[in-house]
């Protein structure tokens, strides 16, 4: 039954607003039916500061994805993310009486919420419950236990969460234009579905996105997710960085780093200068390549360095057989990939969405990762009439 | 803006005149005379009748024929005074009326090491300025005439108000090796063409900076100092760059280590009319990063409406001669000692009100040491087109102070000239002008009140580049003084928004700042996330850039 659905998935990013429409059949790649991509303002690492102006924006991108895909919007997948999203494993566990001896749906219903009965941070709620696996009386990587012989059934989750008023803030931007929002998703979690295939997913695998507020990033491990969170540092950070370490004003601060920066300080990438043409209010100037680049890769070290420490706090770098994953906006950064190969340690490669289909320059765009990703969550999450179990199955994956 | 007029009425009087003397001089003004340089007549001088009769110029002097007869002196220095003693009054009438005469002589022979002194003396008492372009002997030609050559170079030297010196070995790099005798000889002439050039543009008629020619004299030169001389020319884009790039590449221009001993650069840049400021900026910034710190470095611009599309630019470095011995104390003596001379020297007549003006103007000027040049960018500036090699002897003329509106020059110069301090001796200002300077200076004083003082342009040239020359005269202890002076102006307007601030200062402010201003939670995170919570990891706050928090040494 191959009932087309629209869904339309929604970023509120630093440094642009992306909308995304795209048509989800069960069991299919999605359709992108179209994209409406607008700068961002009024966004600061990842969180809405100012909600008129991010209102405008997000309104401006949702009529350019209307126009695109002759699509009228009234729902929308909404992408959460912001240094205050965490993440933690909680264990659910429920007793099975003894007179039915086997896992039912319900059970597994209710490990989720016990594993959801931990104490969040003040003033956060659940986004998700992501699971990792099940537990039936001990027997552990059991995927499905649905109809397991046993007494005891268990589950890891990871729970992430998020502070309230924030996320708040986003899904009132989003309703005073007049669309609902179906789902707030962390952005990782979202980016994830499309970015990470199953074999990196079982082979154990991170996945980074950076984007212009934030960096996102999740942690595969044996097909589960093992950490995921964000960290409020992107290339907003980078610009500013280098507007402060160099005396330029931000837009040109932007554009250097976008069309000469890069994170080689050494040999022929970091050679030479560039020549910053004047313009009104600004007198042109020259900037050593090499000093460019040294800023840069000093902030972007860093903020890897960062994600490496809380994932190796989670113990989730211990096995990478798919090694690290770069997208968002920064990834396009000239020698990232290397950067973070010192970093990690592993391979680590460049990447974008994928399994969708729809023109090129709308999924191979590394900003667009987390937006697509959302109508993939959507996908996954959906309960379908014909399958429905296998429906209820994945949305119980993802804590629906 | 202030409007300046340019007073044009004093230039009438204004006229130059090329002589070129002896065999080697008169082939460089043949060379002129077909390059048609405009602004100046062109004569010879030779006591070689056959040599006289082949030269393109048609103006032409026979020295001494009498003495030898039309036939040369035959690389006797003595018959070639005797000779232009001989014909001295010829050589005054056809000189007569010129307000600057430039001799082109080639040393070591007779006519020239012998007549060109003299004539040179001559012209300087019928009150013209007197400049002159020399080359020196190519060492395979023998010591003898190294000798004469040297001595001639002395005797200019103490009569003329400028004297460049080419030597000839130095310039055989100049012409390509596998093309002929003639041709290397041809590039050697155009070369002097090139500085006579130079001079000519300096003083001419739209350029308000006679006393230019002093100035190049005597701050450029030390006491028997060679020099570098580089000339490059592009158009398009980056044209200020690629000019710089192929000034430096000339092959006079030398290596990055002879450079590196030049005590002073003058650098004469010059355009067409859509010469922009931003520019000479950039060239300036990316030339002061080339040199040591310790380099003392003259700025000239102008606006050449023949240059149209392009960019030129001369330098002109000051390397002290190393086979003098105990050349820095000699500087030192010889600034005392032109102090003195000049004194003594003087055959005109200064008005006094020239001089306390001019002395005013000096002091005046000290106050505003650091001024930027970004405020003039309205104003023509003067362009010396091709840069002199200056191995002036200063105790020929004191500076002449700031008196026209090169003051307002002199005020942009972020390394002003420290003769003004010390010689408030007056130079030889020749008497038509000094109306013309003081009204100049007036200008020059009000335009200077309306500045608003802005951070100095030219960026410092990075701090730690250890150049070659470890020992600092009394000249670059007072530079650096005044420049650390400027700094501490510069940082103490910091918050005003800096356009340009070139990188290496910028580090070093950047390095300064964290020192002082970085505190956890600081307002200082960049205004960029002022309205978010800071993020906050193992107390460092991720907002304020990365760099800064590493203390990391931006080159």
Same mark, same amino acid.
């Given at each position: ?40 303002? %009024? ?103 649905? $109809? ?85 540092? %992107? ?9 402060? $370490? ?37 007198? $042109? ?35 990478? $057989? ?79 | ?121 001559? !012209? ?47 310039? !055989? ?111 300036? /910034? ?36 190393? !086979?003098? !011995? ?34 005013? /103007? ?194």
């Amino acid at each position: 039954m191959a009932k087309e659905q629209i869904v339309v998935g929604l970023e509120i990013g630093t440094s642009k607003v992306a909308a995304v429409v795209g048509d989800v059949r069960p069991d299919q790649p999605i359709h992108i039916l179209g994209v409406g991509l607008t700068p961002s303002r %009024g966004v600061r690492k990842g969180e809405i500061v100012d909600l008129e102006t991010a209102a405008r924006c997000v309104r401006d991108a949702l009529a350019d994805a209307e126009v695109a895909s002759d699509v009228d919007i009234r729902t929308v997948y909404l992408g959460i993310a912001g240094g205050h999203i965490g993440s933690f494993p909680s264990r659910g566990s429920v007793l099975i009486p003894e007179d039915r001896g086997e896992v039912t749906y319900e059970d597994i219903q209710q490990v989720q919420e016990d594993a959801r009965k931990v104490q969040l941070p003040h003033d956060h709620c659940f986004i998700h419950s992501v699971l990792q696996q099940y537990y039936v009386d001990g027997q552990d990587e059991v995927l499905n236990p649905l $109809g397991f012989q046993g007494s005891k059934l268990e589950a890891d989750f990871q729970i992430v969460h998020g502070s309230q008023k924030r996320i708040n803030n986003s899904i009132r931007c989003v309703q005073e234009l007049g669309v609902q929002v179906t789902q707030p998703v962390f952005n990782a979690v979202a980016a994830a579905q499309v970015v990470l295939n199953a074999d990196q997913k079982n082979a154990g695998a991170v996945m980074i996105d950076m984007g212009g507020g934030t960096s996102d990033y999740i942690a595969y491990n044996n097909g589960a997710v093992k950490a995921c969170g964000s960290v409020a540092i %992107g290339g907003d950070h980078i610009t500013n960085d280098i507007s402060i $370490g160099l005396r330029l004003p931000m837009a040109r601060a932007e554009w250097l780093k976008v069309q000469e920066g890069g994170v080689l300080t050494v040999g022929e990438p970091a050679a030479g200068r560039v020549v910053l043409k004047p313009e009104a209010g600004f007198a $042109g100037c020259a900037v050593e390549r090499k000093l460019l680049n040294t800023i840069i890769s000093c902030r972007v070290r860093e903020t890897l360095e960062l994600i490496k420490r809380e994932l190796e706090a989670e113990k989730a770098l211990r096995y990478l $057989g798919g090694g690290v994953l770069l997208t968002g906006g920064c990834s396009l950064l000239e020698g990232i990939d290397e950067l973070a190969g010192e970093v990690f340690g592993v391979p680590v490669r460049l990447t974008h969405a994928h399994a969708v289909s729809g023109p090129a320059s709308a999924f191979e765009n590394p900003q667009l990762s987390a937006a697509i990703g959302l109508i993939k969550y959507a996908q996954a999450t959906q309960p379908e009439s014909s399958k429905k179990q296998i429906g209820k199955f994945f949305g119980r994956l993802f804590g629906r | 803006m202030i409007e300046l007029t340019r007073t044009h009425d004093v230039n009438s009087a204004w006229n130059v005149k090329v002589l070129g003397i002896g065999g080697a001089g008169s082939h460089a003004a043949d060379r002129l005379t077909k390059d048609a340089v405009a602004g100046a007549e062109i004569l010879v001088a030779n006591t070689d009748f056959r040599a006289l009769s082949a030269c393109v110029t048609q103006e032409r002097i026979v020295l001494g024929q009498r003495l030898t007869r039309g036939l040369g002196t035959g690389g006797d220095p003595d018959l070639g005074r005797s000779a232009a003693q001989e014909s001295m009054g010829q050589v005054m009438a056809r000189l007569q009326g010129a307000s600057l005469v430039i001799l082109l002589v080639g040393l070591g022979g007779g006519t020239g090491s012998g007549a060109a002194p003299c004539i040179a003396e001559a !012209a300087r008492q019928m009150g013209a300025h007197v400049a002159v372009f020399a080359t020196l002997p190519f060492s395979f030609e023998g010591r003898r005439r190294s000798e004469q050559a040297r001595d001639g170079l002395d005797a200019l030297r103490r009569h003329a108000n400028l004297v460049v010196c080419f030597e000839n070995d130095r310039m !055989a790099a100049v012409a390509d090796p596998a093309s002929g005798i003639e041709d290397a000889f041809e590039s050697v002439d155009s070369l002097l063409a090139q500085a006579v050039r130079a001079v000519t543009t300096m003083t001419a008629q739209k350029n308000v900076m006679h006393s230019g020619l002093d100035e190049i004299a005597a701050t450029v030169a030390e006491h028997r100092a060679t020099a570098l001389f580089g000339y490059g020319v592009a158009a398009g884009e980056e044209r200020a760059r690629a000019a710089l790039a192929r000034a430096f590449s000339n092959p006079l221009f030398e290596s990055e280590g002879a450079l590196a001993s030049a005590t002073r650069l003058w650098v004469f840049v010059s355009g067409g009319s859509d010469l922009r400021w931003s520019e000479v900026q950039l060239l300036m /910034q990316e030339l002061t990063e080339r040199i040591s710190s310790e380099v003392r470095v003259f700025f000239g611009a102008a606006v050449d409406p023949e240059l149209a599309g392009s960019v030129s630019v001369t330098l002109l470095a000051g390397i002290p001669d190393s !086979a003098d !011995a105990g050349a820095r104390s000699a500087v030192r003596s010889s600034r005392v000692e032109a102090i003195a001379y000049s004194n003594t020297m003087e055959p005109f007549a200064i008005s006094e009100t020239a001089a306390a003006a001019s002395l005013q /103007q000096v002091s005046h000027d000290r106050e505003h040491a650091a001024e930027p040049l970004g405020t003039h960018a309205e104003h023509e500036q003067h362009v010396e087109d091709p840069a002199l090699e200056v191995p002036l002897n200063p105790s020929e003329h004191a500076p002449e102070p700031l008196a026209s509106l090169g003051a307002e020059f002199r005020e942009m110069d972020p390394f002003p000239l420290e003769e003004q301090v010390s010689a408030p001796q007056r130079s030889v200002p020749i008497p038509p002008y000094e109306a013309a300077k003081e009204r100049r200076e007036s200008a020059a004083q009000s335009v200077k009140r309306v500045e608003p003082t802005v951070e100095p342009v030219f960026p410092e040239p990075i701090a730690d580049k250890t150049e070659i020359n470890p020992s600092r005269t009394v000249a670059a202890d007072k530079e650096a003084d005044r420049r650390e002076v400027a700094e501490t102006h510069a940082e103490a307007e910091s918050h005003t928004p800096p356009e340009v601030a070139p990188l290496s200062a910028v580090a070093k402010r950047a390095k300064d700042t964290v020192q002082e201003q970085m505190r956890f939670e600081s307002p200082n995170r960049g205004g960029r996330f002022e309205k978010t919570d800071p993020t906050i990891v193992d107390g460092e706050d991720l907002d304020v850039p990365t760099f800064m928090r590493q203390h990391l040494p931006l080159e």
